[in-house]
């Protein structure tokens, strides 16, 4: 089975510093990760996903997240942040072949603070 | 329609009493999923239909909560017997998984649990 850990519950950063949220991932399968975005009293939202090629991905709104196979890690990032980035991110993974549920990490809440 | 719909919004119920909770997903779409979210425990998986397959009910927490989904289409959650630890927002997504995993998953604006 898969799993994910993302391991900060909470981030603060302040406006226009950069950000990483971290995330790791366990599974004896090959995978596809995504990272899912929820606003504040808002559904959730497909940041970006890797499936397969570069390594680095760029989503929406400005981030980044590169696949690291070796360290089984997917961690998110930003050069930048906006208030507006405040908001609930859920890394997320799925075996790349077969009718599995996708597994979601526990979440990590980003405040940028002003 | 053009996204996931649940009803739904908000439900607040009296413990003991079933809910019935729906889910109509994005035409089209073959796979269709239920998530708890609670406070500190992110996205728990509850259950997974996929096409014509059995579903996957492997992350029920309990016998008390059951799904259907008819037609291919509409999926029903139910909580028999609700307890005060079910109070959560329910989230239902839909995907054209069509054999690839690797498509998006779209996501309802969830249903709101409460019992008191």
């Known amino acids: 089975a898969q799993s994910v850990t993302q391991l900060d519950s909470q981030v603060p950063v302040f406006e226009e510093a950069p950000v990483e949220l971290r995330c790791n991932y366990s599974s004896s399968v090959s995978v596809y990760l995504f990272w899912y975005v929820q606003y504040p009293n808002q559904g959730l939202q497909l940041l970006l996903k890797?499936?397969?090629?570069?390594?680095l991905v760029k989503g929406i709104n400005g981030f980044e997240a590169e696949f690291n196979k070796s360290q089984t890690s997917f961690h998110l990032r930003k050069p930048s942040v906006h208030i507006s980035d405040t908001a609930e991110y859920f890394c997320a993974v799925i075996r790349n072949s077969g009718n599995t549920p996708l597994v979601f990490g526990k979440g990590t809440r980003l405040s940028v603070i002003a | 329609g053009a996204g996931v719909s649940q009803s739904p919004s908000n439900k607040v119920t009296e413990k003991g009493k079933d809910v019935e909770l729906r889910c109509d997903p994005i035409s089209g779409h073959t796979a269709l999923y239920w998530y708890r979210q609670s406070l500190g425990q992110g996205l728990e998986f509850l259950i997974y239909f996929q096409g014509n397959s059995a579903p996957d009910k492997s992350g029920l927490p309990s016998d008390r909560f059951s799904a259907e989904r008819t037609g291919g289409s509409v999926s029903t959650l139910t909580i028999q017997r609700t307890q005060q630890e079910d109070s959560a927002v329910y989230l239902c997504?839909?995907?054209?998984?069509?054999?690839?995993?690797?498509?998006?998953?779209?996501f309802g604006e969830g249903s709101w649990l409460t019992v008191v």
């Open positions: 890797y499936l397969s090629g570069s390594t």
């Open positions: 997504a839909s995907s054209q998984q069509g054999g690839s995993p690797g498509n998006t998953i779209y």
